[in-house]
């Protein structure tokens, strides 16, 4: 049991709270403590000798003892307040008052407690403050005692609390304690499942619940002594830690897991509390079903909940050609409800209009008690009456008369917004009589009437259905279109493709046909080396002597062969690229970009364009561009552009196609 003594309270002379020195197990005659500062201003400096302790434990007081401020004239009061502050009543002689003392309930058998709320006691004592520091006072046990620390001392430190800790590490030890001293100790703080003693004199201790740690930390810096010996094996001051232990973080863990599942199945309740309620399903169509809708259908009652089923089937897609004229009969029968609503709504719109005219009739009559009111108050302010009255009761006249104008003016501004309305609806029906005077005349073609409005709503139902199938032929073409751009993207890739090809080829025909006319060039000087050698020749012939002639004219026939070879080698050369130049459908490096520039147009307009649409998407890049040209050299390329005649009769038009991708299957 803990003894806790408030600061508030008087130190009593024996008091062990209030030794600032460590006690003296070795002298017989008592320790020499200093004196604890008293009420009655002591002189906390001089020493005085404290009680003798008796061998068996029980305390003596001395009789040069500090006076005390309670007069002991009354035996029986001095015991009860020293029973009301926890402690044995005790004389001045250090004998117990009385023997029958239980420490354990807190109160002497037989003298009840002081009790402010007893008659003839009219004190009531003040509130303890929560922030008052405890002083720790002895405890003890049948084979130990326990001493407090140094209330001045700070407080021991401990390491940071483990989650769900239960155990405790304690040290400081007596090296002659055993398991049965520490339980004895410590079993006060609550239940202890289980103690691990190590022979280093410290041990664990483990409790049943978390806060019996807390009370266990209370007796952390206490020094203990194992009877009344003063051996140093037999003392020890304790150090009370928390420890950390896999079996308390493994039951902490459990107990927030549980805690965890509990309060998701409490959401989970709460949500399924505040969540509406589902719909009832709806049923499958089938022809039992169907008949049972169609009954429904017919009676009022029911007409809600049919009308729902038919929405959710038609919704679904369930009306196709062999159900058709199942659904149009259900149709046909929830349309014959329309008259029924119709009067309906003209029922109480007729109950309205005579609650209207109750209220007008009412607040009319309301109006004229006004007016009578107003009257009184009017000919009471005559100069006949009013002399007669006082000027309160003329003040309170005033006052009523204006507070009634106030509210008759209210109530008739009401009433004739109420005849304005009325007046508005009349002049509306006027405006419809005429329609209503025509169909009253034309009462006889009713049924014909009914059977076009049938036509009618059948048909927008053909229409809601073509347009079902119109959205649905979009989706289908929007698809068809993602399709189309991808082969569009497809197809500009391979053009991008040809046209680099094509620009490469360019390049190397521009190359040959450079190297061919270097070759020419080369022939050109050749034959004309070859001429100035026939001149040379000629000369020489007409020099040369008769006598060689012969020899001459056989020379001459073997230079006019070697001349013909060379001429004939010359001319073979320069006729390919003459030829490969007079082949070849484009002349220039400027035509071979228009080609190019013209395909990619035509290829972003699969459909064709114009000649006048080309050359003015052309004339934005060169303004010399002129139609002709363009087509001249769109003609010559059969292959890559291809003129379609489209439209009929004045919208015939003619346009121009990219068809390269077909020129190059066919080559």
């Known amino acids: 049991m803990f003894l806790v003594q408030y600061a508030g309270l008087n130190h009593l002379s024996f008091d062990p709270a209030s030794n600032n020195k460590s006690l003296q197990f070795g002298s017989t005659a008592g320790p020499q403590v200093l004196e604890s500062p008293a009420e009655n201003g002591s002189d906390p400096g001089k020493k005085r000798k404290r009680a003798n302790v008796t061998p068996d434990g029980g305390r003596k007081l001395s009789l040069d003892s500090i006076p005390m401020g309670l007069p002991m004239s009354d035996p029986t009061a001095w015991a009860t307040a020293m029973n009301n502050l926890g402690m044995a009543p005790m004389g001045m002689t250090g004998q117990p008052l009385l023997p029958d003392f239980d420490p354990a309930l807190g109160m002497m058998t ?12 009219g004190i009531v004592p003040p509130p303890i403050p929560p922030d008052m520091p405890a002083v720790k006072e002895i405890i003890h046990c049948k084979s130990c005692t326990l001493f407090p620390p140094n209330p001045h001392l700070p407080p021991p430190a401990t390491r940071e609390r483990p989650p769900g800790c239960k155990t405790v590490f304690v040290g400081g ?49 206490y020094r203990i002594r194992l009877g009344s010996s003063t051996d140093k094996k037999d003392t020890g001051r304790l150090h009370v830690d928390f420890a950390q232990a896999r079996d308390d973080l493994y039951e902490w863990e459990c107990k927030q897991r549980m805690l965890a599942r509990e309060e998701r199945h409490r959401r989970r309740l709460e949500e399924e509390r505040f969540r509406p309620p589902s719909p009832p399903p709806v049923v ?48 046909q029968s929830a349309n014959s409800h329309i008259r029924r609503l119709v009067n309906e709504k003209a029922a109480h719109e007729k109950e309205m209009e005579e609650a209207k005219e109750k209220f007008k009739l009412a607040l009319s009559g309301i109006l004229v008690q006004f007016e009578q009111i107003v009257a009184v108050y009017h000919s009471a302010s005559k100069q006949k009456a009013w002399d007669h009255f006082t000027k309160a ?25 109420i005849r304005r309305e009325e007046e508005m609806e009349m002049s509306d029906e006027e405006i419809e009589d005429p329609s209503e005077m025509k169909e009253t005349e034309e009462s006889a073609l009713v049924s014909q009437v009914e059977a076009l409005k049938e036509e009618n709503d059948s048909l927008r139902w053909q229409l809601d259905a073509y347009r079902n199938e119109v959205e649905l032929l979009k989706q289908e073409q929007g698809k068809a279109s993602r399709d189309e751009d991808t082969t569009k993207e497809q197809q500009m890739k391979l053009l991008q493709q040809a046209l680099q090809g094509m620009q490469k080829h360019l390049l190397k025909v521009q190359d040959e046909y450079k190297k061919r006319e270097a070759e020419l060039e080369k022939v050109r000087e050749d034959k004309l080396k070859i001429e ?30 070697s001349t013909s070879r060379v001429c004939a080698c010359s001319q073979e050369k320069e006729c390919p690229v003459e030829k490969t130049l007079s082949n070849s459908p484009v002349k220039s490096e400027r035509e071979v970009l228009l080609v190019g520039i013209i395909s990619t147009f035509l290829h972003v307009h699969p459909f064709g364009a114009s000649i006048e649409y080309i050359c003015s998407y052309l004339q934005r890049l060169d303004s010399k561009i002129c139609t002709a040209e363009v087509e001249v050299l769109m003609t010559r390329l059969q292959n890559t552009f291809r003129q379609e005649l489209s439209g009929v009769g004045a919208s015939l038009e003619k346009r121009w196609k990219f068809c390269g991708f077909d020129g190059l299957k066919m080559t």
């Open 110 to 121: 037989g003298i009840p407690p002081i009790n402010p709320m007893m008659p003839g006691l």
């Open 173 to 221: 030890l007596p090296e002659n304690g055993t398991e049965q001293i520490i339980m004895e100790v410590f079993e006060q703080c609550g239940e202890v499942i289980a103690i691990r003693k190590s022979k280093k004199n410290f041990c664990h201790i483990r409790f049943a619940e978390e806060f019996m740690v807390d009370k266990a930390l209370y007796l952390s810096g």
């Open 284 to 331: 499958h169509y089938s022809d039992h079903e169907c008949s049972v809708v169609a009954e429904k259908l017919k009676d009022d009652t029911k007409f809600l909940e049919a009308i729902q089923t038919l929405l959710t089937w038609i919704e679904r897609g369930e009306v196709n050609r062999r159900t058709a004229n199942n659904f149009y009969s259900m149709i």
């Open 393 to 417: 009761q003329r003040k309170n006249i005033s006052v009523w008369c204006k507070q009634a104008e106030e509210i008759r003016n209210i109530h008739n501004d009401e009433l004739m917004g």
């Open 532 to 561: 100035t050698l026939l001149e040379n020749l000629k000369e020489q012939q007409s020099i040369a002597d008769e006598e060689d002639k012969e020899r001459d004219a056989t020379d001459c026939q073997g230079n006019e062969s």
